[in-house]
């Protein structure tokens, strides 16, 4: 079964740093798009970033300029880079990915890991 894991959430203060990985693991034959999405208490889930399997990006609006998604196709790992943080990108997020396995293509998705920011 195939299956995303998400790491590098924590508690950080406003204006600090943090990079999230979201590892594949499984048999994988390929993946297709990949993103992370965020959702805040109370609030409805939104896209952060996405990404291509050719490397194309996607940004939400609120983080342009700050965040940076990433892939390595080799790792079938995908990471988020975040810098500037604000006490408004507090949230848990997921990983997601288009994902071909011995069942054929699946959207999965990760458990979630929480991003703390304090102002």
């Known amino acids: 079964q195939v299956q995303l894991v998400e790491s590098g959430g924590g508690l950080v203060q406003a204006g600090g740093s943090l990079r999230l990985s979201c590892a594949a693991s499984?048999?994988?034959?390929?993946?297709?798009?990949m993103g992370w999405y965020r959702q805040a208490p109370g609030k409805q889930l939104e896209l952060v970033a996405a990404?291509?399997?050719?490397?194309?990006?996607t940004y939400g609006e609120s983080v342009k300029g700050r965040f940076t998604i990433s892939r390595d196709n080799a790792k079938n790992t995908l990471y988020l880079q975040m810098y500037s943080l604000k006490a408004e990108d507090t949230a848990v997020y997921y990983c997601n990915g288009d994902i071909a396995g011995p069942g054929g293509w699946e959207d999965v998705w990760g458990q979630g890991t929480q991003v703390t920011v304090s102002s």
């Open positions: 990404v291509t399997s050719g490397g194309s990006t």
């Open positions: 499984g048999i994988i034959f390929s993946i297709n798009g």
